[in-house]
């Protein structure tokens, strides 16, 4: 799971920070006013840090890794839908989030399963 973690780590640092950067330059629209881009930002950082918390297996890894790995694939799966916005994911890399998230469930539940955790 911490391999998982660390190729995904880039990408969202990446997609985060290009996140905090329309909030520092965008002063004029609604997604500015109400904290939209940071709000995109901080939830690309909370995504790697569940990946993490689940990857160090704690007693209830399952649920981090469960967490992790919907709200990336929520991640990846909302910017396949309205791509033109520009807190989307690029196209290649909303269908990376898409299905990485659901790998990454899929190795937490396996792991768990195993006796691993």
């Not at 990408?11 to 881009?37: K, M, N």
């Amino acid at each position: 799971m911490l391999a998982l973690v660390v190729i995904a780590a880039a990408p969202l640092i990446v997609y985060a920070l290009s996140q905090a950067e329309l909030q520092r330059t965008d002063d004029a629209s609604e997604h500015a006013a109400f904290f939209h881009w940071v709000e995109s930002s901080f939830y690309a950082i909370a995504v790697l840090l569940l990946g993490l918390l689940a990857a160090l297996r704690p007693v209830a890894f399952r649920m981090a890794g469960w967490m992790a790995g919907l709200a990336l694939s929520l991640l990846g799966g909302a910017s396949l839908l309205v791509g033109e916005y520009a807190s989307a994911l690029e196209s290649p890399w909303s269908g990376a989030a898409l299905i990485g998230g659901l790998v990454f469930v899929g190795v937490g539940e396996f792991e768990s399963r195993r006796g691993l955790g």
